[in-house]
């Protein structure tokens, strides 16, 4: 009977092979495709930047803006590549990356608010309502992150 198991895990062994490296391969072509937006996204930015030097408030709002974008992605496409090495899935980079994103909506929506000079009621009420709804995001998100960690150190010091 032992023999017989061994054959069927000898046999299924090659297809989860070919399966464990197709995962690792589809999972680097999304490291490399989130670093190449990133690199594209970053460039456009600077030359949006200085093509829009005039128009410097709102230059400065969309650069600010792009940035934040290229830290969500490298932060997505760290958080891929260290899920890669550990083979784990790590709960506090994708916080961290909800928070980052949360902030760079309540920055859009503050720089909207700030440098719109004529808003309709119902775009001011829209304004408003992404705003409260982002800071809502964000405060829920820092409240998990806390979580987390007092979890993690309340786990620490249980561990013999």
Known sequence: MATKSTDQKAKTAPADVLVHWAIIAIEYAIVASLLLVAGIVLVRTVVDFFDHWNAFPQSVVGAIDGILVVIILLDIAHTVFGQLRASLFPVR??????????VRDI????AHLTLS???????????????????GVVVFLLLGLLLLRHSEQREEKTRP
């Open 107 to 110: 920055l859009s929506s503050s």
């Open 93 to 102: 980079p994708f916080l961290v990356i909800g928070i980052l994103a949360g």
């Open 117 to 135: 000079t004529s808003l309709k009621q119902s775009n001011f009420n829209d304004t408003l309502v992404s705003l409260g709804v982002g800071v």
